[in-house]
């Protein structure tokens, strides 16, 4: 680019005129492309924090109500018929997973119990795995933000401060009056990285969490759902 047209561009805007939209309107197209891109970026980051939140809280509330069904003392061919059409939720799979295996084993051969406890834990093993990645699907899309998000900002400062400096260069004018519009354009962008990726990085170690406990849960509710079937093998067989 011209130095002269780059000073040309940068006259309109002075010291007393900086309010952001201000700011964003005078940028280098290149910073401006970069501030846009943060911004939808953090946009995308919310609508992920917000169905994720209501996903896991949905999911809490669904394996407490399973686990308190399970435990009751209710027959378990009466939760399966129950769950088997359309599982709700991972717990529900897990053992809706498990059961028709069982039920698959007796029906095609009664007499036969020879791996079907292997079977049956590898089908929970499946199943759990399944929906952690269910869990977690998107998650990498706040751990790229949060990572990547203040480079991008930072890649958009450093465009528009060498632009400040060639204006600088061409006018021929170091007063503060001059330099510091330029500059506070270019930390614009290294503040919209900032505010795309404080939260994505805050939320993804949250949410990393919350799948992790309910992957232990999960993996908890296998093995003693595997220890009863068992039972009831060792005491058929």
Known sequence: ?????????????????LSLFTLFWHAH??????????????????????????????????????EQAFWSGQ?????????????????????????????????????SFAGLQMRIEKVMEV???????????????????????????????VWGIMTSFQSIAASKNTSLAVVAPGIAEALFATAIGLVAAIP?????????????KQAQRLEGFADEFAAILSRQIDERG
Do not use: C
């Open 75 to 111: 027959s378990l061919e009466e939760l399966y018929r129950t769950l088997s059409s359309k599982p709700t939720h991972s717990m529900a799979a897990l053992f809706v997973a498990a059961m028709r295996e069982w039920k698959r084993s007796f029906e095609g051969s009664p007499k």
């Open 29 to 66: 197209w290149i910073v401006k492309a970069v501030m846009l891109g943060l911004i939808a970026s953090s946009v995308w980051v919310w609508a992920i924090v917000i169905d994720k939140t209501v996903l896991y809280a949905r999911s809490r509330r669904a394996m407490d109500s399973f």
């Open 127 to 157: 199943t759990i795995a399944r929906e952690v990645e269910r869990l977690e699907r998107r998650l990498l899309v706040l751990a790229t933000v949060g990572s990547a998000g203040p480079f991008v900002g930072l890649f958009g400062t």
């Open 200 to 212: 994505a990085t805050i939320f993804y170690n949250k949410f990393a969490s919350e799948v992790n």
């Open 1 to 17: 680019m011209n130095p002269a047209d780059v000073a040309q561009s940068a006259l309109p805007l002075t010291s007393s005129d």
